[in-house]
Nanobody
Framework: QAQLVESGGGSVQAGGALRLSCVAS????????LGWFRQAPGKEREGVAA????????IYADAVRGRFTISQDNAKNTVYLQMNSLKPEDTAIYYC????????????????WGQGTQVTVSS
């Protein structure tokens, strides 16, 4: 059974930075997609960044491109989301998710999810 465990959330002021981590276990960590999603109160869950473990290809949402960076550490079965220049509108619960095959920002395509970690950015 695949398990994804996020950590690294917290509260920062606008312009600050946070790094989220997601440790994957019980999951084949090759030729798959590991993604980060977020959900703000009253809004739908949206894709933020995703990493293809087979090709190394990354995709980013327009709202975070140039500020967020997704990366992985194969040896630790961990995927990271470095978030810089944070804005109040980045406030949300951030989720790590995994699926086989190509990356997409369609949340319904991801069968495996972490429990989420709260990120709060104050102005």
């Amino acid at each position: 059974q695949a398990q994804l465990v996020e950590s690294g959330g917290g509260s920062v002021q606008a312009g600050g930075a946070l790094r989220l981590s997601c440790v994957a276990s019980g999951y084949a960590y090759s030729r798959n997609c590991l993604g980060w999603f977020r959900q703000a109160p009253g809004k739908e869950r949206e894709g933020v960044a995703a990493f293809s473990t087979g090709s190394g290809t990354t995709i980013y949402a327009d709202a975070v491109r140039g500020r967020f960076t997704i990366s992985q550490d194969n040896a630790k079965n961990t995927v990271y989301l470095q978030m810089n220049s944070l804005k109040p509108e980045d406030t949300a619960i951030y989720y790590c998710a995994a699926k086989r095959g190509d990356c997409t920002f369609a949340a319904a395509a991801f069968p495996y999810w972490g429990q989420g970690t709260q990120v709060t950015v104050s102005s």
